[in-house]
């Protein structure tokens, strides 16, 4: 298997990673708090040092900004042009429309998740676990376990068969 890195850039707090479709453990794991086994990068992909990555992480295209702290659980898997932001400007300080502070909020994304293509999530949010986000969504309050959510914002709209995701889980069956 070739493996070929075309640009790494390292700023403050980021590493910008463009690569061919390769798994990039190292270079990943230099930049992130925690970092478990089996790390997919198969897109661009901005991580931040404030990021906790589980087992078998999927990214096929994901920005992660901000100072807040991103956690992201066991057998994730993104969808292309996906963003996390964990700040926002500070809208009540001293200036209008907005103040040099930030508004900082962490997000927590559970095991066994799955984002669709173009998904924006913002700060202060939990994704629980199992839970789906269809393509284009914007998340901006909780979505809860097993639970399929869409739209702009995201609201629950379906649920996953849990009998036969327990049933999964208990048999390891991750892709």
Not at 11 to 16: G, P
Not at 65 to 71: A, D, L, S, Y
Not at 146 to 165: D, L, T, V
Request: charged share 20%; net charge positive.
């Amino acid at each position: 298997m070739t493996r070929l890195i075309y640009f790494i850039y390292r700023s403050y707090n980021y590493l910008y990673i463009r690569l061919s479709r390769c798994f990039w453990l190292n270079v990943v794991k230099n930049s992130v708090g925690t970092v478990g086994d089996n790390l997919h990068v198969n897109a661009r992909t901005l991580v931040t040092k404030n990021t906790i990555l589980g087992n078998n992480v999927n990214f096929n295209g994901m920005d992660i900004r901000g100072q807040g702290k991103v956690e992201i659980g066991d057998n994730f898997h993104s969808g292309t042009d996906c963003l996390i932001i964990t700040d926002i400007h500070n809208y009540e300080g001293n200036k209008i429309p907005y103040d040099e502070t930030y508004i900082v909020k962490n997000v927590t994304i559970e095991n066994n998740v799955w984002i669709g293509t173009g998904v924006t999530i913002l700060g202060g949010v939990t994704i629980g676990e199992g839970a789906i986000i269809q393509a284009g969504s914007v998340v901006v309050k909780d979505i809860s376990r097993y639970m399929i959510a869409g739209g702009h914002p995201a609201k629950e709209f379906s649920q996953r068969n849990i009998e036969k995701y327990e049933l999964h889980k208990k048999n390891k069956s991750f892709l």
